[in-house]
C-alpha cells in the first residue's frame, strides 16, 4: 500500500505560523521585562500561575507553544498588566460612521473643484478636546472660510443648531487670528443634508426654524463649494442624495 502524499500546508497556515512565532516571542519578552521590574523570580510568578518554572522559562524564551489561553490572562493577572486578545477589524465591515464619512468625502470631493483648501474633522486654535469641523474649506487668496456640518439624521434639533453655533464662533476667532493686521476672514455656515424621509419631514415639520435659521441661498451655496463663486452672507442649507453622490439645492 503506496503511502499517502503529506498534505502540503496552506497559504493561511504558513503566515499563521509565522505570525504565530513573532507574537509569542514578543509576548514572552514582555513577561520577561515585566517580571524583572517587579523582581520576582521564575519560580515565585511560576508558583503564582501553576505552572512549571521550566514552562514559564519556554514562554518568556519564546518557546511557548500549545500553552492555552488561561495561561497567557493567568500571566496577566499576576502582572497587574491588561491582555487584550481578540480580532482586529473585520475590513469587510462597515465603518460605524460610514454614512457620515459618505456625505464628508461627497463634500470634500465637490469642494476640490472650488479651488478651496480642505479639512476634515478638523480643530483650530483654541477649541475644546471635542469639536471638531465635519468639514472646512478656506480659501485665503479671497478670505473665505466654510464651516459645513454633515448630517445623517437628528438626535436633537435645538443641540444639532447650538453645536454650529459654537463651532463657527470658535471659527471665527480663529479667522480673526490668522487675518492678522489685514481684513478678518469671512465665515459662512452650511449645513448638508441626507434626503431621508426622516429628515424631509423634520424639515416640512418645522419651516419656520429652517427658514429663519438657514435663509442663505441654496443653490448661491453650491455654486460657492463647486465654482468658488461668492458666499452668500447668510448660513445655508443644501442636500445630499441617499448614495452621497451628488448635492443638490433645497426648494422652499
Not at 424631509?200 to 429652517?210: H, L, M, N, T
Request: charged share 30%; net charge positive.
Amino acid at each position: 500500500m503506496a503511502a499517502s502524499k503529506p498534505r502540503r500546508r496552506t497559504e493561511a497556515e504558513i503566515e499563521g505560523r509565522r505570525l504565530a512565532e513573532m507574537a509569542i516571542r514578543k509576548l514572552g519578552q514582555n513577561v520577561r521585562d515585566a517580571r524583572r521590574r517587579r523582581q520576582l523570580t521564575q519560580t515565585a510568578l511560576a508558583i503564582r500561575i501553576g505552572i512549571s518554572r521550566q514552562r514559564l522559562g519556554d514562554i518568556e524564551a519564546g518557546q511557548a507553544w500549545a500553552v492555552r489561553s488561561e495561561v497567557w490572562f493567568a500571566l496577566a493577572q499576576a502582572l497587574g498588566i491588561y491582555l487584550r486578545f481578540e480580532f482586529g477589524r473585520d475590513p469587510q465591515q462597515e465603518l460605524r460612521d460610514a454614512w457620515h464619512a459618505d456625505i464628508q468625502e461627497l463634500v470634500l470631493r465637490t469642494a476640490k473643484s472650488g479651488g478651496w483648501e480642505r479639512g476634515f474633522e478638523e480643530k483650530v486654535g483654541g477649541w475644546s478636546a471635542d469639536r471638531s469641523v465635519d468639514v472646512r474649506l478656506i480659501n485665503r487668496a479671497t478670505k473665505r472660510i466654510v464651516v459645513n456640518e454633515c448630517w445623517n439624521t437628528f438626535g436633537d434639533l435645538g443641540e444639532a443648531a447650538r453645536s454650529s453655533a459654537r463651532k463657527r464662533r470658535d471659527v471665527e476667532q480663529y479667522a480673526v487670528a490668522v487675518a492678522g493686521d489685514g481684513n478678518a476672514f469671512q465665515v459662512g455656515l452650511l449645513w448638508i443634508l441626507k434626503d431621508t424621509a426622516a429628515n424631509r419631514a423634520v424639515v416640512k415639520r418645522y419651516p419656520e426654524i429652517f427658514e429663519s435659521r438657514f435663509p442663505g441661498s441654496s443653490r448661491g451655496w453650491l455654486e460657492t463649494l463647486t465654482k468658488g463663486g461668492p458666499m452668500p452672507q447668510a448660513s445655508g442649507l443644501v442636500w445630499c442624495d441617499r448614495g452621497a453622490t451628488r448635492l443638490f439645492a433645497r426648494r422652499r
